[in-house]
């Protein structure tokens, strides 16, 4: 800020020398037009308007007509001062009027009051502007900006387009926050600036243009930094959608900026909208993958993302709990509601979890589905982790027992297996208590695959034994086989004994 306080100060005591002293750089000529209106907006007749050519303090002088309008013919093409005045109202005065060839216009609206000097006709005015705005700049330096307007504003009011004066106007206003009014005097300051860098040096005098050059261009970064800092106030209020918003407005006119980028992802992520926060955070890391601070803003979005991911799946797995335990409730007297509550859970977790998998098979089983039945059987198998598998093989044995398909049943336990025979006696010990038809089934398919098991003998004869008479013909058979060609004693007293029972039953 100092830098810019010594470009300005140089430029306001240097800009009235310029001005007194530059010379017309074209020989064509062009006019003029001016226009007054009065306080009703009506034309005003009668206004004394006086054109000067920057280097003079002398130049012509027109009352307006009827129409409120004086025209000045074949003035040499270069830079003028418009100055209008009359009785009742305060002098209007337009900085610099260019003429190149063709009519231009300038238009005043009067207002009332009294006539005194302007600044370009009285050194003294000049000086004090300048004090003011050294008095301004340092208000700023100070950060007593309410203070640094007030004074800025009275070296305006002497002096309405000092560039500099505007460009300070400017960043005391946007750092009491009042934005729209920065945005308005960073816009004249650049114009202004650029106006007087188009306008020649005067002969033996320093260059001027290095310094409304910067004037232009701290101008124009000030205002793309007005929707940030407007961005900033608005993401301290939380208010977090608004911020997005304007930081996407200062993006509009920086692109590049990839910091802006991570400022609006930190926006979004407070306003809850992850997915477009973290594509805001893969534009900023795009252009600076190696910020750190675009790195960490993106660890912090993967993490917040992670989490909701995680709230969502714990979400839809309690749905689908909820819906499971309501199909098993409904799954003994409203099978086809039972089945809707399952495939809804099935949706809800992908179709990945093989207890649902086997209450839909339950349910179609139920309904007399036997294709539909098998197939989620079989998918719940195909789920099950190696701990599950034996329970959900033996539900869809079940399942063919059931149906009075015993082989199939024992195929599917057997199925895989390098040694079917053992796999079968496991399967016999595990279930001979609890669903001895099926261990009747298993030991069946044992004698089948191997004839020599003599146990297996023992073990069925008693089994269908305990079935009653209806099995007494079996019975016999492989009791009357055990007493043949086993082994042990003890055994073979008690198949003789059951022997014994069964003919006694029989008869």
Not at 70 to 96: C, I, M, S, T
Not at 373 to 390: H, N
Request: glycine share 6%.
């Amino acid at each position: 800020m100092n830098r810019m306080r010594f470009f300005g100060l140089l430029l306001s005591v240097a800009l009235v020398v310029s001005m007194l002293s530059a010379a017309p750089v074209f020989a064509q000529t062009g006019s003029l037009e001016v226009i007054c209106r009065g306080v009703s907006g009506a034309a005003e007749k009668d206004v004394k308007v006086t054109v000067l050519p920057l280097n003079s303090t002398k130049g012509k002088d027109k009352k307006t007509g009827a129409t409120g309008v004086a025209l000045f013919d074949k003035l040499d093409n270069g830079y003028y001062r418009v100055v209008a005045r009359k009785d009742g109202f305060a002098p209007a005065f337009y900085e610099v009027a260019a003429i190149h060839d063709v009519k231009s216009s300038v238009g005043f609206d009067l207002v009332p009051g009294a006539d005194r000097k302007l600044y370009f006709e009285d050194p003294m005015i000049e000086r004090q502007a300048a004090t003011a705005l050294t008095g301004g700049a340092q208000a700023i330096d100070a950060g007593n900006y309410a203070e640094a307007e007030r004074l800025i504003g009275q070296s305006l009011a002497s002096v309405p387009n000092g560039a500099d004066a505007l460009f300070y106007l400017g960043v005391a206003q946007s750092r009491q926050k009042k934005y729209d009014q920065a945005a308005a005097s960073f816009k004249k300051a650049a114009e202004v600036a650029n106006l007087h860098r188009t306008i020649p040096d005067a002969p033996g005098q320093p260059s001027k243009q290095r310094v409304y050059e910067e004037i232009a261009r701290n101008s124009a970064q000030q205002l793309l930094v007005i929707p940030v800092m407007r961005a900033q106030d608005a993401y301290e209020a939380k208010r977090f959608d608004e911020a997005a918003a304007l930081y996407d407005e200062a993006l509009q006119a920086n692109p590049q900026a990839f910091a802006l980028y991570t400022e609006k992802a930190m926006a979004l992520t407070q306003a809850g909208k992850l997915e477009d926060a973290d594509a805001a955070i893969g534009k900023a890391l795009a252009q600076a993958p190696d910020d750190a601070r675009a790195q960490q803003v993106k660890k912090a979005i993967d993490s917040r993302l992670a989490n909701v991911e995680r709230e969502k799946e714990n979400a839809r797995r309690q749905e689908a709990n909820d819906l499971l335990n309501d199909g098993n409730k409904l799954l003994e007297y409203d099978v086809p509601t039972a089945l809707q509550k399952f495939q809804e859970a099935n949706d809800l977790t992908g179709g990945q979890q093989p207890l649902i998998w086997r209450q839909i098979a339950r349910a179609q089983a139920k309904l007399h589905n036997d294709g539909e039945a098998v197939a989620a059987f079989r998918r719940a198998i195909e789920l099950a982790t190696p701990d599950q598998q034996e329970s959900f093989q033996m539900s869809l044995a079940q399942y063919y027992l059931d149906a009075k398909r015993p082989d199939e049943a024992l195929d599917l336990v057997a199925s895989g297996s390098s040694n079917p025979e053992q796999k079968l006696l496991d399967l016999v010990a595990k279930t001979k208590n609890t669903n001895p038809t099926f261990a009747e089934a298993a030991l069946e398919r044992v004698l089948v695959v191997n004839p020599g098991n003599v146990d297996a003998y023992y073990d069925l004869g008693r089994l269908y034994y305990a079935d009653g008479k209806e099995k007494d013909s079996r019975t016999k058979e492989l009791l009357t086989r055990y007493v043949e060609i086993g082994p042990d004693a003890g055994k073979v007293e008690e198949a003789k004994n059951l022997l014994i029972m069964v003919n006694r039953r029989s008869n």
